[in-house]
Nanobody, 120 residues
């Protein structure tokens, strides 16, 4: 069974940085677009960022452009989300996902989620 395992979440202050990691197993990693979604309490899950199978194409939601950077290492079967200049509104559970079309369609696989909390 495909497994996506996330790490790197935590509690930080506004303006700080975090790097999330997601490592895949039992998945032909280089054939999939990878990305991140997040869900804050009381809100719907929203798209954050995605990267194509080659690593050359990326998408970001407007609220994180210029602050977050998605990247991938196909040899390590890992996707990263570097989050800089964090804001309290970034507080959410962050989910790793694998799919196609840069995750503009529902992903095929999901990680378990990792909590990111940003204090003011």
């Amino acid at each position: 069974q495909v497994q996506l395992v996330e790490s790197g979440g935590g509690l930080v202050q506004a303006g700080d940085s975090l790097r999330l990691s997601c490592t895949a197993s039992r998945l032909t990693f280089s054939r999939y677009a990878m990305g991140w979604f997040r869900q804050a309490p009381g809100k719907e899950r929203e798209f954050v960022a995605s990267v194509s199978y080659s690593g050359r194409n990326k998408l970001y939601t407007d609220s994180v452009k210029g602050r977050f950077t998605i990247s991938r290492d196909n040899a390590k079967k890992t996707v990263y989300l570097q989050m800089n200049s964090l804001k309290p509104e970034d507080t959410a559970i962050y989910y790793c996902a694998a799919g196609d079309t840069l995750l503009t369609t529902p992903p095929h696989y999901w990680g378990q989620g990792t909590q990111v909390t940003v204090s003011s």
